[in-house]
Protein backbone atom coordinates (compact mmCIF):
# COMPACT_ATOMS: atom_id res chain seq x y z
CA UNK A 1 0.00 0.00 0.00
CA UNK A 2 1.22 3.21 -1.53
CA UNK A 3 1.78 6.00 1.92
CA UNK A 4 -0.13 8.36 1.10
CA UNK A 5 -3.11 5.56 1.03
CA UNK A 6 -1.80 4.46 4.70
CA UNK A 7 -2.32 7.40 6.09
CA UNK A 8 -6.05 7.56 6.48
CA UNK A 9 -6.00 4.33 7.66
CA UNK A 10 -3.21 4.36 10.12
CA UNK A 11 -2.53 7.78 11.17
CA UNK A 12 -5.03 9.03 14.13
CA UNK A 13 -3.14 12.15 14.20
CA UNK A 14 -4.29 12.99 10.17
CA UNK A 15 -6.84 15.24 9.08
CA UNK A 16 -7.75 12.53 6.44
CA UNK A 17 -7.42 9.61 9.23
CA UNK A 18 -10.85 7.54 8.68
CA UNK A 19 -10.69 4.88 10.93
CA UNK A 20 -13.82 5.97 13.28
CA UNK A 21 -15.64 5.74 9.93
CA UNK A 22 -15.63 2.14 9.66
CA UNK A 23 -15.38 1.85 13.85
CA UNK A 24 -19.41 3.72 13.67
CA UNK A 25 -20.45 2.07 10.98
CA UNK A 26 -19.41 -1.78 12.66
CA UNK A 27 -20.76 -0.31 16.12
CA UNK A 28 -24.59 0.81 13.92
CA UNK A 29 -24.95 -2.57 12.03
CA UNK A 30 -25.99 -4.00 15.69
CA UNK A 31 -28.91 -1.77 15.42
CA UNK A 32 -30.36 -1.81 12.15
CA UNK A 33 -33.13 -4.35 12.82
CA UNK A 34 -34.51 -2.08 15.55
CA UNK A 35 -33.80 0.83 13.60
CA UNK A 36 -35.89 -0.58 10.41
CA UNK A 37 -38.78 -0.82 12.71
CA UNK A 38 -38.22 2.45 14.47
CA UNK A 39 -38.60 3.86 10.85
CA UNK A 40 -41.87 1.84 10.37
CA UNK A 41 -43.33 3.17 13.74
CA UNK A 42 -41.88 6.98 13.58
CA UNK A 43 -40.51 6.54 17.57
CA UNK A 44 -36.73 6.64 16.77
CA UNK A 45 -33.98 4.87 17.96
CA UNK A 46 -32.06 7.41 20.84
CA UNK A 47 -28.00 7.41 20.23
CA UNK A 48 -27.90 6.25 23.79
CA UNK A 49 -29.16 3.05 23.40
CA UNK A 50 -26.43 2.10 20.28
CA UNK A 51 -23.37 0.20 20.86
CA UNK A 52 -20.08 1.72 22.15
CA UNK A 53 -18.59 1.43 19.26
CA UNK A 54 -20.45 4.35 17.68
CA UNK A 55 -19.70 6.61 20.61
CA UNK A 56 -15.30 5.33 20.13
CA UNK A 57 -15.97 5.61 16.76
CA UNK A 58 -17.58 9.27 16.31
CA UNK A 59 -14.65 10.35 18.65
CA UNK A 60 -11.88 8.55 16.58
CA UNK A 61 -13.37 10.08 13.21
CA UNK A 62 -13.90 13.53 14.53
CA UNK A 63 -11.08 13.99 16.83
CA UNK A 64 -8.50 14.18 14.00
CA UNK A 65 -10.37 17.24 12.06
CA UNK A 66 -10.35 19.16 15.94
CA UNK A 67 -7.15 17.99 16.37
CA UNK A 68 -5.30 19.59 13.54
CA UNK A 69 -7.81 22.35 13.06
CA UNK A 70 -9.50 23.73 16.30
CA UNK A 71 -7.41 26.34 17.71
CA UNK A 72 -4.89 26.80 14.57
CA UNK A 73 -7.45 27.42 12.43
CA UNK A 74 -11.47 27.60 13.42
CA UNK A 75 -11.00 29.60 16.54
CA UNK A 76 -8.93 31.76 15.17
CA UNK A 77 -11.28 32.43 12.73
CA UNK A 78 -13.76 33.44 14.92
CA UNK A 79 -14.36 37.32 15.87
CA UNK A 80 -12.33 37.97 18.82
CA UNK A 81 -12.72 34.92 20.03
CA UNK A 82 -9.09 33.63 20.43
CA UNK A 83 -7.92 37.21 22.61
CA UNK A 84 -10.91 36.27 24.82
CA UNK A 85 -9.60 32.91 25.34
CA UNK A 86 -6.44 33.55 26.14
CA UNK A 87 -6.99 36.27 28.34
CA UNK A 88 -9.29 33.80 30.03
CA UNK A 89 -13.21 32.93 29.41
CA UNK A 90 -16.08 30.64 30.23
CA UNK A 91 -16.45 27.99 27.11
CA UNK A 92 -19.47 25.50 27.58
CA UNK A 93 -18.83 22.33 24.87
CA UNK A 94 -22.54 20.97 24.45
CA UNK A 95 -22.69 17.77 23.37
CA UNK A 96 -19.46 16.82 24.05
CA UNK A 97 -19.24 12.74 23.78
CA UNK A 98 -15.57 11.36 25.23
CA UNK A 99 -15.01 15.30 25.65
CA UNK A 100 -11.94 15.08 22.60
CA UNK A 101 -13.12 18.37 21.54
CA UNK A 102 -13.40 19.93 25.57
CA UNK A 103 -9.82 18.76 26.49
CA UNK A 104 -8.80 20.17 23.29
CA UNK A 105 -9.97 23.48 24.18
CA UNK A 106 -8.78 22.97 27.87
CA UNK A 107 -5.36 22.73 26.72
CA UNK A 108 -4.90 25.06 24.15
CA UNK A 109 -6.63 28.07 26.80
CA UNK A 110 -5.09 27.54 30.11
CA UNK A 111 -6.62 30.53 31.67
CA UNK A 112 -10.27 29.80 30.43
CA UNK A 113 -12.72 27.60 32.17
CA UNK A 114 -14.14 24.57 29.64
CA UNK A 115 -17.48 22.92 31.02
CA UNK A 116 -18.12 19.64 28.74
CA UNK A 117 -22.15 19.00 28.42
CA UNK A 118 -23.41 15.14 27.24
CA UNK A 119 -26.85 14.17 27.40
CA UNK A 120 -25.45 10.20 27.73
CA UNK A 121 -24.42 9.60 31.30
CA UNK A 122 -21.85 6.92 29.40
CA UNK A 123 -20.10 9.71 27.68
CA UNK A 124 -20.14 12.07 30.85
CA UNK A 125 -18.41 9.22 32.75
CA UNK A 126 -15.70 8.16 30.02
CA UNK A 127 -14.70 12.18 29.67
CA UNK A 128 -14.12 12.50 33.31
CA UNK A 129 -11.99 9.25 32.99
CA UNK A 130 -9.96 11.71 29.94
CA UNK A 131 -9.97 14.32 31.94
CA UNK A 132 -8.28 12.63 34.86
CA UNK A 133 -6.15 10.43 32.41
CA UNK A 134 -4.42 13.98 30.75
CA UNK A 135 -4.44 15.86 34.03
CA UNK A 136 -6.67 18.18 33.36
CA UNK A 137 -9.79 17.68 35.89
CA UNK A 138 -8.75 20.97 37.94
CA UNK A 139 -9.55 22.59 34.68
CA UNK A 140 -12.27 20.88 33.18
CA UNK A 141 -14.90 19.38 34.44
CA UNK A 142 -18.30 17.46 32.71
CA UNK A 143 -21.65 17.78 33.37
CA UNK A 144 -24.70 15.57 32.32
CA UNK A 145 -27.54 17.84 30.79
CA UNK A 146 -29.25 18.46 27.58
CA UNK A 147 -28.81 21.08 24.84
CA UNK A 148 -32.30 22.84 26.08
CA UNK A 149 -31.27 22.08 29.89
CA UNK A 150 -27.56 22.91 30.47
CA UNK A 151 -27.11 25.88 32.96
CA UNK A 152 -24.16 29.08 32.96
CA UNK A 153 -23.62 32.23 31.06
CA UNK A 154 -20.55 31.13 28.63
CA UNK A 155 -18.43 33.74 26.16
CA UNK A 156 -18.27 30.74 23.79
CA UNK A 157 -20.46 27.98 23.26
CA UNK A 158 -19.64 24.65 20.76
CA UNK A 159 -21.19 22.24 19.18
CA UNK A 160 -19.11 19.97 17.71
CA UNK A 161 -21.15 17.81 14.99
CA UNK A 162 -24.11 17.49 17.32
CA UNK A 163 -26.67 20.24 16.25
CA UNK A 164 -28.22 17.62 13.67
CA UNK A 165 -28.40 14.95 15.87
CA UNK A 166 -30.88 17.12 18.25
CA UNK A 167 -34.33 16.64 18.44
CA UNK A 168 -34.60 20.61 18.53
CA UNK A 169 -31.90 22.24 17.41
CA UNK A 170 -33.84 25.66 17.10
CA UNK A 171 -34.86 25.33 21.06
CA UNK A 172 -31.21 24.51 21.61
CA UNK A 173 -29.95 27.72 19.80
CA UNK A 174 -32.21 29.89 21.54
CA UNK A 175 -31.47 28.15 24.92
CA UNK A 176 -27.45 29.03 23.69
CA UNK A 177 -28.79 32.38 23.04
CA UNK A 178 -30.24 33.05 26.66
CA UNK A 179 -26.80 31.60 28.04
CA UNK A 180 -24.44 33.60 26.25
CA UNK A 181 -22.78 36.12 28.18
CA UNK A 182 -22.82 40.16 26.37
CA UNK A 183 -20.91 40.03 23.16
CA UNK A 184 -20.46 36.21 23.20
CA UNK A 185 -20.26 33.45 20.23
CA UNK A 186 -21.83 30.01 19.33
CA UNK A 187 -19.56 28.04 16.83
CA UNK A 188 -21.15 25.49 15.16
CA UNK A 189 -18.99 22.62 13.73
CA UNK A 190 -21.30 20.57 11.27
CA UNK A 191 -20.36 17.45 8.46
CA UNK A 192 -19.61 19.24 5.50
CA UNK A 193 -23.06 19.52 3.13
CA UNK A 194 -24.01 21.17 0.08
CA UNK A 195 -27.37 22.72 0.05
CA UNK A 196 -28.39 20.17 -2.78
CA UNK A 197 -28.53 16.86 -3.13
CA UNK A 198 -27.14 16.86 -6.04
CA UNK A 199 -24.21 18.23 -5.00
CA UNK A 200 -23.27 15.67 -1.81
CA UNK A 201 -23.73 12.89 -4.48
CA UNK A 202 -19.87 12.19 -3.56
CA UNK A 203 -18.15 10.00 -1.13
CA UNK A 204 -18.43 12.03 1.73
CA UNK A 205 -21.53 12.47 1.42
CA UNK A 206 -22.50 9.12 0.90
CA UNK A 207 -20.78 8.28 3.91
CA UNK A 208 -23.09 10.88 5.56
CA UNK A 209 -26.33 10.03 3.97
CA UNK A 210 -25.25 6.49 5.47
CA UNK A 211 -24.58 7.35 8.79
CA UNK A 212 -27.55 9.97 9.20
CA UNK A 213 -29.94 7.29 8.48
CA UNK A 214 -28.39 4.87 11.18
CA UNK A 215 -27.84 7.40 13.48
CA UNK A 216 -28.53 11.09 13.11
CA UNK A 217 -32.21 10.99 12.20
CA UNK A 218 -33.20 8.25 14.26
CA UNK A 219 -31.89 9.88 17.27
CA UNK A 220 -33.40 13.06 16.72
CA UNK A 221 -36.89 11.33 16.15
CA UNK A 222 -36.57 9.76 19.39
CA UNK A 223 -36.48 13.25 21.01
CA UNK A 224 -38.98 16.03 21.79
CA UNK A 225 -39.84 17.51 18.41
CA UNK A 226 -37.96 15.25 15.77
CA UNK A 227 -36.72 17.79 13.29
CA UNK A 228 -34.32 15.29 12.03
CA UNK A 229 -32.11 17.39 10.10
CA UNK A 230 -29.77 14.49 9.36
CA UNK A 231 -25.99 14.95 9.10
CA UNK A 232 -26.60 16.59 5.44
CA UNK A 233 -28.65 19.70 6.41
CA UNK A 234 -26.53 22.16 4.72
CA UNK A 235 -25.65 26.40 5.25
CA UNK A 236 -29.13 27.43 4.58
CA UNK A 237 -30.99 24.64 6.44
CA UNK A 238 -28.62 25.50 9.03
CA UNK A 239 -29.01 29.14 8.83
CA UNK A 240 -32.74 28.83 8.62
CA UNK A 241 -32.61 27.01 12.51
CA UNK A 242 -29.62 29.16 14.39
CA UNK A 243 -31.74 32.66 13.29
CA UNK A 244 -35.04 30.60 14.39
CA UNK A 245 -33.23 30.57 17.79
CA UNK A 246 -32.59 34.50 18.21
CA UNK A 247 -29.18 35.32 16.33
CA UNK A 248 -29.18 37.71 13.56
CA UNK A 249 -25.51 36.91 12.37
CA UNK A 250 -24.44 33.75 11.10
CA UNK A 251 -21.42 33.22 8.67
CA UNK A 252 -19.28 30.26 7.36
CA UNK A 253 -15.94 30.82 8.63
CA UNK A 254 -13.61 27.55 7.52
CA UNK A 255 -14.68 24.42 5.94
CA UNK A 256 -12.81 21.17 5.36
CA UNK A 257 -13.55 17.97 3.25
CA UNK A 258 -15.80 16.71 6.28
CA UNK A 259 -17.04 19.85 8.60
CA UNK A 260 -18.37 23.56 8.05
CA UNK A 261 -17.68 26.03 10.40
CA UNK A 262 -19.92 28.51 11.45
CA UNK A 263 -20.30 31.52 13.67
CA UNK A 264 -23.51 32.18 15.07
CA UNK A 265 -23.65 36.08 17.04
CA UNK A 266 -26.36 38.41 18.07
CA UNK A 267 -24.14 41.76 17.29
Known amino acids: MPDEHAVPLTDETSPACVIGAFEIAVGSVYATDAIAERFRTGTGFSWGAHDDHVFGGCERFFRPGYLNNLTSAWIPA ?16 VGCGHGASTLLLAQ ?37 AAATTFDGHYDLVCFFDCLHDMGDPTGACAHVHDHLAPGGTLMLIEPFANDDLSDNLNPVGAAYYGFSTLL ?24 EIVTSGGFTRLRRVAETPFNIVLEARTS
Do not use: M, N, W
Open 78 to 93: LDGVEAKLAAGARIAD
Open 108 to 144: AYPASSVVGFDAHQGSVDAARKRAADAGLSGRVRFET
Open 216 to 239: CTPSSLSQEVGTALGAQAGEARLR
